[in-house]
């Protein structure tokens, strides 16, 4: 529930608590169920995420676009319970529609983007136990032993396996491939794996890089699969 201290009046005196939260695309979430991949969610992403905040008396919306464009902030003037618009300055961006309690509508005449709530924090950032809650097998077993990668990033039932990410954002050179970013337990640093979830199994795999930048030969501009780390079945 949100904090009564947040509830204000808008322009219209009409208090909208509820609105208040932190949203991501719902096309996206779609997206991650059908394909298994955020590489390729990520071209479905549009309106990535949006929070709704309350600040000095108005509600004010600021959104990201494909999860690394954003900082804008816009004013939000509602019409009614269910609808109301945001404006840019004195400029009329979008409409809004809020279709329930966890779900809102964006749109204009070029765009129609459809936001999920998450939390009813407006400072939440943190995507990633949605990503995970939609992406990842329920039960999985590695060798006849079960193993389990939890909505929170941990792992259990892989012994020197201790925290593991998806990759969200691929706006940068050498993004050909879907990422997982997993940490162990005798080295704290983060290291970058690829991943493939298909109908029975769960592959986590070691990348090579096929071609550098002839400019800057640190950076890789195409990769190719090199070997297996794990590869789990669904139960």
């Known amino acids: 529930m949100c904090n009564?201290?947040?509830?204000?009046?808008?322009?219209?005196g009409v208090s909208h608590p509820g609105l208040i939260g932190a949203y991501i695309s719902q096309d996206y979430l779609n997206a991650l169920d059908t394909t298994k991949s955020t590489l390729q969610s990520q071209q479905y992403a549009g309106l990535s995420?949006?929070?709704?905040?309350?600040r000095g008396g108005a509600?004010?919306?600021s959104g990201n676009w494909n999860f690394h464009?954003?900082?804008l902030v816009y004013a939000i003037k509602m019409d009614s319970d269910t609808s109301?618009?945001?404006f840019s300055d004195s400029t009329l961006t979008y409409s809004l529609e809020v279709m329930n309690d966890s779900t809102l509508r964006v749109f204009n005449s070029k765009d129609n983007f459809i936001l999920s709530k998450y939390s009813t924090d407006p400072k939440a950032t943190d995507v990633?136990?949605?990503?995970?809650?939609?992406?990842?097998?329920?039960?999985?077993?590695?060798?006849?032993?079960?193993?389990?990668?939890?909505n929170d990033g941990t792992?259990?039932?892989?012994?020197?396996?201790?925290?593991?990410s998806f990759t969200i954002d691929y706006n940068d050179a050498g993004m050909d491939f879907d990422k997982i970013n997993l940490t162990f337990k005798n080295n704290p640093s983060s290291q970058e794996f690829g991943y493939v979830i298909s109908k029975d199994t769960f592959e986590i795999y070691t990348v090579k890089c096929i071609e550098?930048?002839?400019?800057?030969?640190?950076?890789c501009l195409s990769h190719t699969k090199s070997a297996s780390l794990y590869k789990m079945l669904k139960k």
């Open 4 to 12: 009564t201290k947040n509830t204000i009046e808008n322009t219209t």
């Open 49 to 54: 995420s949006a929070s709704i905040m309350a």
């Open 59 to 61: 509600l004010l919306f």
């Open 69 to 71: 464009e954003g900082g």
């Open 84 to 86: 109301g618009k945001i």
């Open 128 to 150: 990633s136990k949605i990503v995970n809650e939609k992406l990842l097998p329920k039960n999985l077993s590695l060798n006849g032993h079960h193993v389990l990668f939890k």
């Open 155 to 164: 792992v259990e039932g892989i012994d020197n396996l201790s925290t593991f």
């Open 212 to 219: 550098f930048d002839k400019y800057d030969s640190t950076v």
